[in-house]
């Protein structure tokens, strides 16, 4: 027989357990104390893979053919990867396979250590972080935050075209006397249909979708220049002034830094968690003379 022919016979006989094996778990029979559970789906060496191994990675809500189509690539792919760990175990030699052991007992060290930690820090970390801690932080190293899109303070209004004070908001929105401000203010509360008085920061282009789509034709010349822009449609006109720009990688507002800096103290505290656990870890051990150092 043939290598080629040896292969289908293999590959053929594989759908066909898979099949079988998709069957079993479809009728929700997989757990029941028969021996299906242990059914060998495919064989390498010393190396066995059984329904049971493959039964628990089908997702629950695959059915069917996918569920079989999954079986069969699963399978085809450990048969490929059993037997390339089987050549390399064969072709690397003592030195190679000690170093490999090393590395995976290293890795494993690793890896535990972290999966403790992180169980520590969920169990111990004070996630509440204050705006005054933000500030605090923000005044300290502000300018380490820098904006990745332009930013603006800017007055919006939306007043009905019926209201025949359009100069006098025009005006209004354009000075920088707090008086004016008031003013501004207080004819909005009564007759705008939208109001936006630019205390707070925001990203331009998101300000800037308040005006009529088309409406801007230069935004970031208009911008930059500190312009009034209008704009109307059939019921509305509309008012939006600039009154602070920052470019691309400018200085960013607080306003925009908050949640990095809220990731930062909480990096923080963890690190300085596990520092403290660390040193409370040592210190018990040599109270309790739990180790012996042979080099000190």
């Not at 079988?20 to 029941?32: E, G, K």
């Not at 006098?168 to 007759?191: G, Q, W």
């Not at 936006?196 to 920061?201: A, F």
Request: charged share 25%; glycine share 4%.
């Amino acid at each position: 027989m043939t290598r080629r022919r040896h292969i289908q016979i293999i590959s053929i006989g594989l759908i066909a357990i898979a099949i079988a094996a998709v069957a079993i778990i479809d009728s929700c029979q997989f757990f029941s104390n028969d021996k299906r559970n242990d059914m060998i789906l495919a064989k390498t060496g010393t190396a066995v893979l059984t329904m049971q191994q493959v039964a628990k990675l089908v997702p629950d809500n695959m059915k069917g053919t996918d569920s079989v189509h999954f079986v069969q690539n699963y399978v085809d792919r450990w048969i490929h990867n059993q037997l390339m760990l089987e050549k390399a175990i064969a072709n690397i030699d003592d030195k190679g396979y000690a170093n490999i052991e090393d590395m995976v007992n290293d890795y494993r060290t690793a890896l535990l250590v972290y999966k403790y930690q992180q169980l520590y820090i969920e169990q111990n970390l004070d996630t509440l972080i204050l705006d005054s801690q933000i500030a605090d932080h923000y005044d300290k190293y502000g300018n380490n935050f820098l904006l990745d899109s332009c930013a603006v303070r800017a007055v919006f209004v939306q007043i009905p075209k019926s209201l025949p004070d359009g100069a006098r908001v025009r005006n209004l929105i354009r000075s920088n006397k707090p008086e004016d401000m008031v003013e501004l203010e207080e004819f909005c509360f009564k007759n705008a249909r939208s109001f936006d008085p630019g205390v707070d920061w925001r990203y331009y282009y998101d300000a800037l979708a308040q005006m009529p789509q088309g409406s801007v034709k230069n935004p970031m010349v208009t911008a930059k220049n500190g312009r009034c822009i209008e704009a109307q449609d059939s019921l509305y006109n509309y008012f939006f002034m600039v009154k602070d720009f920052r470019d691309v990688n400018e200085h960013a507002p607080l306003i925009f830094a908050k949640e990095k800096i809220r990731e930062i103290l909480l990096n923080h505290r963890k690190n300085d968690l596990i520092r403290n656990l660390e040193i409370k870890i040592y210190v018990d051990a040599v109270n309790k003379q739990r180790f012996t150092n042979y080099v000190n």
